[in-house]
T-cell receptor, first 115, second 116 residues
Framework: AQSVTQLGSHVSVSEGALVLLRCNYS??????LFWYVQYPNQGLQLLLK??????LVKGINGFEAEFKKSETSFHLTKPSAHMSDAAEYFC?????????????FGQGTILTVHP | DTGVSQNPRHKITKRGQNVTFRCDPI?????LYWYRQTLGQGPEFLTY????????KSRLLSDRFSAERPKGSFSTLEIQRTEQGDSAMYLC??????????????FGPGTRLLVL
């Protein structure tokens, strides 16, 4: 079974500051990891994903995440926040085996960006 | 590519009524997923199809829920005898499984259900 924990349901940063959204996962098999963003009244949009290989993954809008197996973490970062980054962010894990398509999501982190 | 579409976007119903939601996936996508999202929570998996075959159902999917994907194209999710606890956002996602995993799931805008 898989699970995801996102530390901090709300994160507030100033425009131009570093964004750090934390995600820890649990999986009995090597995981595939995802970050999605959800804007109000919209569906989820993929930011980036980790499958295999390079542990530092770059995504859209300047976001990146690093897979750390020893820490079972997949934290999302962006060097400089922009007002348009304000949204809710979800970390998700997909395991291998017959259920590998199914995503297990964290509870989400709402990012607020102050001018 | 017009993306995943869902209809209706909003549905208000009275307890005990039946409701049906529709999802149109991205054309040529062979996998289709249903998730449920309640306020303040992440989406929870309900069920998924590969082509027309329903391959897995969550324990969240009680016998009042039924999903179909005839001919492997659009899908419907029906809830019978709705309860107030069914109030949620119902999300549909589709993906193309070609070769090995993992495929990227593309989400629709969701159908927001309110049961009075």
């Amino acid at each position: 079974a898989q699970s995801v924990t996102q530390l901090g349901s709300h994160v507030s940063v100033s425009e131009g500051a570093l964004v750090l959204l934390r995600c820890n996962y649990s999986s009995s098999v090597p995981p595939y990891l995802f970050w999605y963003v959800q804007y109000p009244n919209q569906g989820l949009q993929l930011l980036l994903k980790y499958t295999t290989g390079a542990t530092l993954v770059k995504g859209i809008n300047g976001f990146e995440a690093e897979f750390k197996k020893s820490e079972t973490s997949f934290h999302l970062t962006k060097p400089s926040a922009h007002m348009s980054d304000a949204a809710e962010y979800f970390c998700a894990v997909s395991a291998g085996g017959t259920s590998y398509g199914k995503l297990t999501f964290g509870q989400g982190t709402i990012l607020t960006v102050h001018p | 590519d017009t993306g995943v579409s869902q209809n209706p976007r909003h549905k208000i119903t009275k307890r005990g009524q039946n409701v049906t939601f529709r999802c149109d996936p991205i054309s040529e996508h062979n996998r289709l997923y249903w998730y449920r999202q309640t306020l303040g929570q992440g989406p929870e998996f309900l069920t998924y199809f590969q082509n027309e075959a329903q391959l897995e159902k969550s324990r969240l999917l009680s016998d009042r829920f039924s999903a179909e994907r005839p001919k492997g194209s659009f899908s419907t999710l029906e809830i019978q005898r709705t309860e107030q606890g069914d109030s949620a956002m119902y999300l549909c996602a589709s993906s193309l499984l070609a070769g090995g995993p993992p495929e990227t799931q593309y989400f629709g805008p969701g159908t927001r259900l309110l049961v009075l």
